[in-house]
């Protein structure tokens, strides 16, 4: 809003239109030029800061207006309100003033600790756990952009106190911590951020405000230490930020009697603390801010008027938030009148002040309206998450808990204490794995204490995470810690289980905490803090935090397990990664353009680059708008059709040939003896994955189900509307089959005619062929060895076949209204008519997942077959399944790939490498990988509702659509 624009009009003598423009003047020569025609008013008015709080209304600025015209104000304080609002008060106020306003704001976190649509950094505390101090000199930086972009030219902060007070009622979070070094380096990089954007720092509260239990906006408090101590501990700080370059310091109500024994004498009010220690000993020659006049440490003792009058001649510069603006005029007036305040002095201070405004460009202030791209902008945020994930401190991983690995052997419960159930942590923490959640209001009681450890026992788990929330800074409480909460801990170390906690809170509160196998404090209720947790226990992100503080004995300053580097996907913005948030924004309009074209009722889509999820959103419903829920990339899992021919049946013949329990070359006949002296006998795994092995590509072998062509009755043998003692398998809410009915199909695929060429010809039966392969070489089912052997060590606890059986049908989208055999909403069974008779799991389709889980397994190939540090088949495996292996045809062995040839249609963006693999699926799926530009692809819909012959997704080629965005 107001920008150092070099050669701009000056905004100098009278704001009218008749004020001179001219060229911008040299520092000297502009505050001569101003000293010259100011008068003592206006000098006088110079020294005062008032606070705006345009909350309070009209009447409120029109006090403010008057203030301005009468004193001539030469300073705001802008309080609560939102950055339009702010924005359109400062225009005003800098035209109605001759010389420029200097606009101060305490923005210790940010903007958003006084503007409602401001953007908060995580709290000092937080940051003083981070170990790479270069991000506290971006968020100076870009707090320094946003608040120039609103205005302010000043920023209250860094607060460089060092809290070595665990109850101190007034600093603690807002302290870099107790070890003087961290608190200096991350002072003085947070001021030099600012600073180098054109935003006065002022270092608070000198001489330290650390080690006090009193707030001084209640009483005066007394800090009796001894002056060597205050020497080399609390004014470490504030001495190496005055050698940085610091350009303000503000000076806090302290009754320190090693600095001054005058009784009741605050340090504001104390020369031998001002203008002695800070001016002249320490040889500061910035701005000097009094903290806030109207703080009980000095109305108890002081009268309204006479504090002004004493902290200016104590040596400060600014009066900030002063009382009686008249009175104090007026006795200032009288102390240059008896020489008691020396107009010499007065000059000396209002120079100061009108050279620091020349520096921070309000000689050449120009006046705009409206934001810029600086105010909440992704540069923001990026680096918001990236300073909470910094400071995830892990203090204690008994047995190297976390991250948590072999998720195949764990049974994970998750107990939250406190908070809201619709949190980040929780919402993450499902991501990366299946558990079962336990909700715990604050003040829970013993017997509902009891009753949830009885059923953490009962039911087996044996990994117990816990999130505690709902803390407070108040040591006397405990930090909002609990008894009943305490007494949980302990019983959850008697259960056989491994334990993790999550704080977020206070490190303080860890004091009180009985041990848990690891220990990890986030700090903070955010959602950014949140996910980092999530992503910490999993190993989402690396660890480097270290505690800030000490919270006991067990836990002194400085504690933190660093674990480096990470074993599972993370979340990133975009632009983390090299990609674009606009260029991804417009997935949103094309989604929902096709959704509102009824190309599908809803979908869900994933964009992972690198090792991290950029993007992730649900569209639309289930169903429609009037019918069904909205959709939930999480918790609804969507009928991947034939994606389960790559991601169940080509992952497990993989895995399988790598072991050298299958051979790629071998006639199937060897793994399907039923097959010996048929035409498919000969036929390779290889052929089979090709689809050339001159195979059908699908048959509708429903139509046996009926008595004869018209198939409008069911044969009674085969099927059945009610269950019976024959009718057994349950393929729809309302229709059974019989064993043999399977039986009877599986006879007429092994009778089916091969015809004899090598010309490609995409078929269902080859992928069919090719699960009952992988189930006669392993011993085990389909089913059971894809959950084995890759869905749960990877945590896809949302990927399964049969939902409906497994009672998660409400969670599926439905993918057809089937009016012609199984007369019913298919949702939860299969779509595919032939997978369903198969009994809801063949290897050509049949199941069902959600973006996260199929996110685990992508990843898990295009890195290099690893995911969670787990090992599920080489690189050179991928690398030979996924090349293109004929000339005449794009696919490779049981993965789809892109198009070669123009004339044909292309199943991927054309902005995709050569090396890209995947696979769709009839319901309007879609999965990718992408190694040469480290993408993955996830594009999941229920296009076929509510019937199959809906193919606008396909006659767009809307995934593809969609795909392109990415690049």
């Known amino acids: 809003m107001f920008a150092r624009l070099p050669g701009q009009p000056t905004m100098l003598p009278p704001a009218d239109s008749t004020a001179p423009v001219f060229e911008r003047l040299t520092a000297e020569a502009w505050v001569d030029s101003l000293m010259r025609s100011m008068s003592t008013e206006e000098k006088i008015g110079q020294l005062f800061m008032v606070a705006v709080f345009p909350e309070q209304g009209p009447s409120h600025i029109l006090d403010i207006s008057k203030l301005l015209a009468d004193y001539h ?75 120039r972009n609103v205005g302010v030219q000043v920023n209250f902060a860094p607060v460089l106190d060092i809290n070595i007070r665990a109850e101190n009622p007034v600093i603690n979070f807002r302290s870099f911590g107790e070890n003087k070094y961290n608190v200096a380096r991350k002072g003085i990089l947070f001021s030099q951020g600012l600073q180098s954007e054109g935003v006065l720092a002022v270092g608070k509260h000198f001489p330290g405000h650390g080690d006090t239990h009193t707030d001084s906006h209640e009483a005066l408090p007394l800090l009796s230490m001894p002056k060597a101590r205050l020497d080399t501990l609390e004014l470490y700080p504030f001495a190496k930020a005055v050698e940085a370059g610091m350009g303000g310091v503000m000076v806090g109500h302290l009754y320190i009697p090693a600095l001054d024994p005058t009784p009741f004498t605050p340090s504001s009010l104390s020369p031998r603390v001002v203008q002695e220690l800070l001016r002249e000993n320490m040889g500061f020659d910035g701005l000097i801010f009094t903290d806030a006049l109207n703080m009980r440490a000095l109305t108890d003792h002081h009268a309204p008027g006479e504090l002004d009058l004493q902290a200016l001649l104590a040596g400060n510069d600014i009066l900030v938030f002063p009382q009686n603006i008249s009175q104090a005029f007026s006795l200032i007036k009288g102390a240059l009148r008896n020489g008691s305040f020396p107009l010499k002095e007065l000059n000396q201070k209002v120079r100061r002040i009108l050279l620091a405004k020349y520096r921070l460009g309000l000689d050449t202030l120009a006046l705009e309206s409206g934001m810029d791209e600086y105010f909440l902008n992704t540069e923001a945020r990026i680096l918001r998450k990236k300073l909470y994930e910094a400071a995830m401190t892990l203090v204690r991983n008994q047995k190297d808990m976390v991250p948590l690995q072999h998720l195949s052997y764990r049974k994970i419960a998750y107990v939250q204490v406190g908070g809201s159930s619709l949190n980040s942590f929780d919402a993450n923490l499902r991501k990366y794995a299946g558990m079962e959640t336990f909700y715990l209001r604050k003040a829970f009681t013993a017997g509902e204490r009891e009753r949830l450890l009885e059923r953490l026992k009962s039911g087996g788990y044996n990994t117990i995470i816990t999130g505690i929330f709902d803390l407070n800074q108040q040591r006397a409480a405990r930090y909002g810690l609990r008894t009943e909460t305490i007494r949980l801990c302990e019983g959850l170390q008697q259960l056989r289980a491994e334990t993790a906690v999550c704080v977020f809170g206070s490190p303080y509160v860890l004091e009180y905490l009985p041990m848990q196998q690891a220990m990890l404090v986030a700090y903070e209720e955010e959602p950014e803090a949140e996910q980092a947790a999530a992503a910490a226990l999993f190993g989402g992100i690396p660890l480097s935090g270290r505690l800030p503080v000490s919270a006991s004995s067990r ?121 010996r002296h048929t035409d498919k006998g000969k036929l390779t795994i290889r052929r089979l994955l090709q689809h050339n092995a001159g195979l059908p590509g699908w048959v509708p072998f429903y139509t046996r189900a009926f008595k004869d062509e018209s198939l409008s009755e069911l044969r009674p043998d085969f099927c059945s509307y009610e269950p019976t003692d024959s009718h057994t398998v349950k393929i729809a809410p309302h229709l059974y089959i019989t064993p043999a009915f399977q039986d009877t199909i599986w006879k007429q695929i092994t009778e089916l005619e091969v015809r004899r060429t090598r010309r490609v010809r995409y078929s269902d039966i080859g992928m069919i062929l090719l699960g009952r392969i992988v189930e006669t070489a392993s011993g085990i089912d389909l089913e059971t060895y894809t959950q084995n052997l890759f869905y749960r060590p990877m945590g896809m606890n949302q990927t399964l076949f049969n939902p409906a059986a497994k009672g998660r049908a409400a969670y599926c989208p439905p993918t057809q209204i089937d009016n012609y055999w199984r007369h019913s909403v298919v949702r939860g069974f299969v779509h595919d008519e032939t997978a369903a008779i198969l009994g809801g799991k063949a290897g050509h389709a049949g199941l069902f997942s959600n973006i996260y889980d199929l996110a685990k397994v992508l990843l898990m190939l295009k890195n290099g077959g690893i995911y969670g540090n787990e090992e599920f088949m080489s690189d050179s495996i991928i690398q030979v399944f996924t090349h293109r292996q004929l000339r005449s045809n794009r696919k490779g062995l049981g993965w789809d790939k892109p198009e070669v040839y123009e004339n044909r249609s292309n199943p991927v963006s054309k902005y995709a490498s050569a090396e890209t693999f995947g696979h769709t699926g009839f319901t309007g799926t879609s999965v990718w990988v992408d190694p040469t530009f480290d993408i993955v692809y996830v594009f999941l819909s229920n296009r076929t509702y509510p019937y199959a012959n809906n193919r606008l997704l396909q006659r767009e080629n809307v995934r593809v659509l969609i795909m392109d965005q990415i690049y």
């Open 555 to 675: 836990f002194p300053e400085g504690r933190g397990i660093s674990i480096a580097g990470k074993i599972r996907f993370g979340f990133a913005y975009p632009e983390e990664e090299g990609l674009d948030s606009q260029t991804l924004a417009k997935i949103d309009s094309i989604a929902q353009h096709y959704i509102d074209r009824k190309a599908m009722p809803g979908c869900a889509i994933l964009v992972l680059k690198g090792n991290n999820i950029v993007y992730d959103k649900g569209f639309g419903y289930t169903q429609s708008a009037k019918e069904g829920e909205k959709v939930d990339p999480y918790l609804h899992t969507y009928d991947l059709a034939s994606v389960t021919k790559a991601l169940v049946t080509t992952i497990s013949v993989m895995q399988l040939v790598e072991r050298g329990w299958l051979k790629l070359d071998v006639p199937i006949e060897t793994y399907l003896p039923e097959l």
């Open 73 to 147: 104000i030469g300073g705001l304080v802008m309080m609560q309100a939102d950055a339009a609002t702010q924005q359109r008060l400062l225009y005003r106020f800098q035209g109605m003033s001759r010389v420029p306003l200097l606009v101060a704001q305490d923005a210790e976190w940010g903007p958003g600790m006084r503007l409602k649509d401001g953007i908060s950094f995580p709290q000092a505390m937080t940051l003083g756990a981070i170990q790479n101090d270069s991000l506290l000199f971006q968020m100076g930086q870009i707090i320094g952009r946003q608040l």
